[in-house]
């Protein structure tokens, strides 16, 4: 029986047991604070989202113990001295709000529920069952530290802790989700992250007006710059190092509730291209590799366009024997250059679709079958030529060395359209589609950064710095484009 | 976005101007062309005569030769395209140019049509075929199996590595006849194949133009030294007093000889280094003497291959050299005075030769055979 107005907004066992009518994991227990009769209490939980023992222990064994309590104490009273630490709990807060009781609720606290003052203490008991840290699956460590984010976001943060131990690394946290109330945390070393990325990732973060934020890319289309276009505004890592070294880069990171990865803003285009283990290794092979990710991106955006471009309008381009090797092997093929090489792509996102889709044994069999059918068998029939399996494989391969998931598949959408202009005006169609997409990139911006930074710096040695991975002794300073006030990353330039 | 929006309307708009046939008129489908490899020109009574000979690839086409007489080079070659047995003749991959002799004669006509078209390109090697026509050479060189292009390709390797070595270009023509009024080209003749009855071509020194036309030839090792002169001479094995050496390098400087502010004549001086690598007769190279012997036969050889070259190109007033344009570079100011006399001055300037040697390896034959355990 409720002795409360059933309708009040004020916290109580009646508005709760209304509040969550059909969850059936909505848990509430009257006890008596001390066994003594007279007054019941209401301790309020969800099963499965807080821990049993800790519920039964650290709440309800102090709660109901008989004497720790004061004997015909007043429930202000009683609300007090629980507050103040009858009940072992690290966490506490006083509620007087039925809304702020039903949230803490559903975060994984306890509630102790006082009917007659219409208030609720909150406890943090939140179990602590989840996927443990574990190595990264995607970004692959060598030489690197092996402790992945998980989906849980204290773990995430407390990752990130133990790598930058200094109170400087601020923490702000928002809830995001009408319905999902997902927590999300910006992080950020204050002096290093420029206030103004700071207060706009929040003010974006808390504008978020949506049922839940439940994926990666839901969270990249509301707080990006420029949602439209296809390339990755954020950047992003499941590697905790990774994410602190970002950090003190300047760059101010997300970690969402429920998504084991890290994002960091602002992104731009030469930051996709690096990887985590670039900085494990000696500079001259990271420089090297890093050099050739950017001629990878080169060749798995152009080179499908020219090889169109050069084989269906500027045959003069080609060495004798390269043209003659093409035309032989073009005898007899019904289709044009553009076709083969459109059919081929399309062939190949077919197949890596069907890869990713079906499970792994089919999966693989699939690929085999496809690569063979689309391959071997499309050539020996003469539906395609040879050059055009080899160019379209070496693109997609090049597309592959892309550190960004995002970014190879922004090329991969590009290069289609690029292989159009090529087929309709060659070179100069796909120099004009090159232009178009420079024009585009240049007018990006992530953040107050631009996305070209810093192949765009003022300073004409951004593009060194953007293709090459310079010594620690050389790189002294953050950006000034990304970075705030305090920009010295090193003193005496890193010497002994 | 707008702009966005601007930009693909003004790239649509631009598919109503002319610059949009032009490009669309250039799409050809690769397959169907037929790669020419091999151009020959000849003059005809009255027009010209083209010939070509397209490359052998791996699909394993047959080599398609032809020929065409027309009016002008342009004509023939239209012609030619009424003619082609399938797919569109394709002129940008020329890696040949044979000028038969009577094509020569006026080759300046045959350059100036080079120069304008589009489709050959200016780097092509060009020969002058001596003493015949190109025609016959490019249609039947190489027999039924073979092809010119490959009998070409073969000896343009030569020519570079192991004869004369400078291998001039169309483009490397045009410019010593717009610079000097002269050019060598390089000449080859016919010849039967000595291992099979088919048709094959020489190298023949090299071919003098002066002012567009043919008007002589530099023959034999002479043109080693016309080729030090121009850009460096090849890997030639020549026979010296028994010995055969190989040229290492073969480089020539020219100082000219002021009388107060007149050019009194020039001074040549021709360096070879070589090694040896034959010996017929014994000689202990290990003394000096014997070893000065060989150089300064050697340096003798290399002297009289450079004045046979002077004499052609005093005696032609050709000067394919380049002495001229060598004055101008290095005394601009005192050719201002002396180029309006140049071609009368040319022919009869003394020019004093000097030419030195040195064997730089002997590979054994420092000690021979028969003198093996004396001392």
């Known amino acids: ?138 970004e692959k460590s060598i030489k690197g530290a092996k402790d992945a984010f998980v989906e849980t976001l204290r773990t995430n943060t407390s990752l990130v802790r133990r790598k930058l131990k200094s109170p400087q690394l601020k923490l702000s946290q928002v809830q995001v989700g009408r319905e999902s109330g997902t927590a999300v945390a910006v992080m950020y ?45 954020l950047l992003h890592t499941e590697r905790a190092d ?117 499970p792994d044994p089919v999966g693989q069999t699939a690929s085999i079958i496809g690569a063979l059918i689309v391959g071997q068998s499309a050539v020996e029939a003469r539906i395609v030529s040879p050059i055009a399996v080899i160019i379209v494989a070496l693109a997609g391969i090049s597309g592959y060395t892309m550190p960004s998931h995002d970014l190879a598949s922004a090329i991969r959408l590009l290069r289609f359209l690029f292989v159009l202009a090529a087929a309709a005006l060659g070179l100069f169609g796909l120099m004009a589609a090159l232009a178009l997409l420079i024009w585009h990139l240049a007018s990006l911006e992530s953040f107050g950064a631009p996305y070209l930074s810093p192949l765009t710096d003022a300073d004409g040695r951004g593009a060194l710095r953007a293709l090459l991975r310079r010594p620690n002794r050389c790189n002294r300073l953050r950006s000034p484009v990304i970075a705030g006030e305090n920009r010295r990353r090193r003193g005496n330039g890193g010497e002994k | 976005m707008r702009r966005a929006a601007a930009f693909l309307l003004a790239l649509a708009l631009s598919g109503l101007s002319g610059c949009s046939r032009a490009l669309l008129g250039n799409y050809r489908n ?28 791996a699909s394993g086409r047959e080599v398609v030769r032809m020929g065409a007489e027309g009016e002008s080079i342009s004509g023939a070659m239209q ?60 249609t039947a060189g190489g027999g039924e199996d073979g092809g010119i292009t490959e009998i070409m390709s073969s000896l343009e390797r030569f020519i570079e590595r192991r004869a004369a070595g400078y291998l001039p270009t169309c483009a490397d023509i045009a410019r010593s006849l717009a610079r000097s009024g002269a050019a060598l080209v390089c000449a080859i003749a ?18 003098v133009l002066r002012d567009g036309e043919l008007c002589g030839y530099v023959e034999g090792d002479a043109a080693l030294a016309a080729a030090a002169f121009l850009g460096g001479a090849g890997e030639k094995y020549v026979e010296v007093d028994g010995m055969t050496l190989k040229l290492i390098s073969c480089g020539a400087r020219m100082e000219p000889v002021w009388d107060g502010g007149e050019l009194a004549g020039l001074e040549m001086a021709l360096e070879v280094q070589a090694s040896v690598i034959e010996a017929r007769s014994e000689r202990d190279l290990n003394d000096e003497q014997e070893r000065s012997a060989l150089e300064e036969a050697l340096a003798g050889t290399a002297a009289g291959w450079m004045r046979e070259v002077l004499d052609v190109s005093q005696g032609t007033g050709a000067d394919f050299l380049g002495l001229g344009a060598e004055l101008e570079r290095r005394f601009p100011a005192r050719w201002r005075d002396i180029s309006p006399q140049w071609d009368e001055l040319f022919p009869g300037l003394e020019i004093e030769l000097s030419a030195g040697a040195s064997v730089l390896r002997s590979y054994g034959f420092d000690s021979p055979p028969s003198r093996a355990g004396e001392g």
């Open chain 1, 242 to 358: 990774a994410f602190a070294m970002q950090l003190l880069n300047g760059r101010v990171g997300v970690i969402v509730d429920g998504l084991p990865l890290g994002f960091l803003a602002p992104g731009c285009l030469p930051a996709f291209m690096r990887v985590p283990e670039d900085s494990s290794g000696h500079f001259a092979v990271a420089s090297m590799l890093l050099f050739l990710r950017w001629v990878a991106l080169g060749l798995s955006l152009l080179l499908p366009a020219a090889f169109v471009a050069v084989s269906m309008y500027h045959q003069e381009m080609l060495p004798t024997k390269l043209l003659l090797s093409m035309t032989a092997a073009k005898q007899y093929v019904p289709l044009s250059s553009a076709a083969e090489v459109l059919a081929m792509l399309l062939s190949f996102e077919l197949l890596q679709e069907a890869g990713l889709r079906l």
């Open chain 2, 79 to 138: 012609a030619l395209q009424g003619y082609s047995v399938s797919g569109e003749l394709f002129f940008s991959n020329t890696g040949y140019i044979l000028l038969g002799e009577e094509a020569a004669r006026d080759a300046g006509s045959c350059l100036d049509y080079i120069e304008r078209a589009s489709e050959i390109r200016l780097d092509t090697p060009l020969f002058v075929v001596r003493g015949a026509e190109a025609g016959p050479l490019v």
């Open chain 1, 1 to 138: 029986m409720c002795a409360e107005n059933y309708n009040s907004k004020r916290p109580g066992s009646c508005a709760l047991k209304r509040v969550f009518a059909g969850c059936g994991d909505f848990q509430m227990r009257a006890v008596l604070p001390g066994l003594l009769p007279g007054r019941e209490i209401f301790v309020c939980w969800l099963d499965g989202v807080v821990d049993g023992t800790s519920v039964t222990e650290d709440i309800l064994r102090p709660v109901t113990e008989r004497g720790r309590t004061g004997f015909f104490l007043s429930a202000a009273r009683l609300i007090d001295i629980i507050e103040r630490g009858a009940v072992y709990s690290y966490t506490v807060q006083r509620r007087s709000t039925l809304q702020a009781a039903a949230e803490d609720i559903v975060n994984g606290c306890c509630a102790v529920v006082f009917d007659g003052p219409g208030e609720a203490l909150t406890f943090e008991v939140r179990t602590k069952t989840g996927r443990s840290v574990s190595e990264p699956t995607v």
């Open chain 1, 189 to 233: 070393v204050e002096g290093i992250a420029r206030d103004s990325t700071v207060r706009e990732l929040l003010r974006r973060l808390e504008a978020i007006d949506t049922d839940a934020l439940l994926s990666a890319g839901d969270l990249e289309e509301y707080i990006s710059d420029s949602p439209n276009t296809p390339f990755p505004q």
């Open chain 2, 190 to 207: 016919p010849a039967r194949a000595p291992d099979g009855d088919y048709l094959t071509a020489v190298s023949r020194g090299y071919a």
């Open chain 2, 30 to 57: 690769i397959e169907e062309l037929q790669v020419i490899q091999t151009l020959g020109l000849d003059g005809r009574e009255g027009g010209v005569f083209v010939s070509f000979s397209t490359g052998r690839d």
